[in-house]
């Protein structure tokens, strides 16, 4: 049947229309939704996958057929491990969510300590959730997000999907591309150890990235053999999703203002065969490592970098997240008229961030393909709010389909994943190619837990 986010996704690649025939979805059941969200998981996912398939093919191996399961990547798209005697830490601060303004809704987005210092900063209140909620009901919606981005905080005001379209940050993201890929002046090649059925294995993977589009991006390569390193400042942590992303990977601390700490991460850069960052634009730049210099320290280096708010237009620059993206894009506010609800009715997952997490991979895969076998070298941009784009772009059904079914037993992996915190089950592998199994040969572990080495 045809599937148009597939196609787009595919389409962004840039890899032959042909290889769409290798593809099966598979699986029942939505995710209960405005949206066709369930058809985002199994978009995104597949297309990752199918662009690992095609990467096989680029290293000499037959076509393989990819099977993508609907059900599983819905399932991944929100928690794929659950804790068996421990509990994950929430995922909130306790400030965190919406609350009604004068004139209609704003987000807050406070789990970073800074985050939150700025927003009560602005509102000039404690941090309670009850003072709050009544200092923000004195609010304009716009006011008081300028007045949180002002003070270096995170919120969103809730617009209409049409507010969105006419917004110049709307129109601006509508003109990016889904993947915006672009190819350097000169490529200098570089082999990685590549083995039958681990098409990534002995590629290094550097990940700058915080929750969550990147990390599920480095975790999706991680799985088909890269060597993923997470490098974090000494300061930051996201304790809810820790668990969730660092499957596979190995994680260290940098601190990028200490001279020998610089020394260290140039030495990783000029190593890497891949680098995906998710910091804001210019950060790197204020570092003293921005795209020029990144590139005379490793002119083989792919470099993959998301944002929340797009590339172009007044806000390209502007901290978000998936739940803020989901405020000014529209989606919220579709979801509380269509509920008929007195509240922003938010997607069921956070499906923005996983499927450009999942986005970020595909174009890493295109990028190692082009170097391989055409002699490029590629750079991607992606963004949170071009992924809601392709979303809203897609009519969602009239009716709504079958419900997606409870886990059960045959939902997850067959062996528990022996995290730092204790065991743990995860899901079963939302995707498969035959000829080369998803797997990771690390359990989840904290930030912090390894040496910035390879």
């Known amino acids: 049947m045809p599937h148009p986010l597939l196609n787009a996704a595919w389409s962004a690649l840039d890899l032959p229309a042909a290889a769409l025939d290798a593809i099966a979805l598979r699986g029942e059941g939505e995710l209960p939704s405005y949206f066709a969200v369930t058809d985002l998981a199994a978009a995104s996912v597949g297309a ?10 680029a290293q000499g191996g037959a076509s393989a057929r990819v099977q993508a399961d609907r059900r599983l990547a819905s399932m991944w798209f929100g928690w794929s491990i659950h804790p068996v005697g421990w509990e994950r830490p929430p995922l909130w601060d306790a400030v965190a ?133 997470r490098v974090d400042p000494p300061w930051w942590n996201e304790p809810g999703a820790i668990p969730e992303v660092t499957l596979g990977k190995r994680c260290a601390r940098l601190d990028l203002t200490r001279p020998q700490d610089r020394t260290v991460f140039e ?31 490793n002119p083989s280096l792919i470099d993959v970098a998301l944002n929340a708010y797009g590339w172009t237009g007044p806000l390209a620059g502007r901290r978000g997240f998936d739940s803020l993206v989901q405020m000014s894009s529209g989606i919220a506010h579709h979801g509380m008229q269509r509920q008929g609800a007195d509240r922003p009715v938010p997607l069921p997952v956070q499906a923005l961030d996983h499927a450009t997490g999942y986005l970020i991979a595909a174009a890493v895969v295109r990028a190692l393909i082009a170097r391989l076998s055409e002699g490029r070298l590629l750079q991607a ?74």
């Not at 030495?267 to 921005?290: C, F, I, K, S, T």
């Not at 949170?384 to 037993?409: C, K, S, W």
């Not at 899901?427 to 797997?439: L, S």
């Open 48 to 57: 990752a996958a199918l662009a690992v398939q095609q990467l096989m093919v």
């Open 97 to 229: 969510g919406d609350y009604a303004t004068a004139d209609g809704w704003i987000r807050l987005h406070t789990n970073a300590p800074h985050h939150r210092d700025a927003a009560l900063a602005a509102l000039g209140c404690a941090a309670e959730r009850t003072a709050v909620t009544q200092t923000v009901a004195a609010w304009r919606g716009l006011e008081l997000e300028e007045a949180v981005v002002a003070h270096g905080g995170c919120a969103a005001a809730m617009r209409s999907m049409d507010e969105w379209r006419d917004h110049p940050q709307g129109q601006a993201v509508a003109n990016e591309p889904l993947i915006a890929f672009t190819a350097a002046d000169s490529c200098v090649p570089r082999p990685w150890a590549w083995t039958r059925g681990r098409p990534l294995a002995g590629l290094r993977v550097l990940d700058l990235t915080r929750v969550l589009a990147g990390p599920v991006a480095t975790r999706f390569l991680a799985g088909y053999g890269a060597g993923v390193l």
């Open 381 to 454: 941009r992606l963004s949170l709010a071009r992924t809601a784009r392709l979303l809203t772009d897609v009519p969602p059904a009239q009716t709504a389909g079958m419900p997606l079914a409870a886990a059960t037993e045959a939902d997850f992996s067959p062996q528990l994943e022996q995290t730092e915190w204790g065991p743990a089950r995860r899901y079963r592998p939302p995707v498969a190619i035959v000829g080369a199994p998803m797997a990771w040969a690390r359990p989840a572990n904290s930030l912090g837990s390894a040496q910035p080495h390879w």
């Open 267 to 297: 030495g990783l850069l000029a190593q890497a065969d891949v680098l995906v960052h998710g910091y804001r634009p210019a950060a790197l730049e204020r570092l003293g490592y921005g795209e020029s210099m990144r590139h005379q320290l």
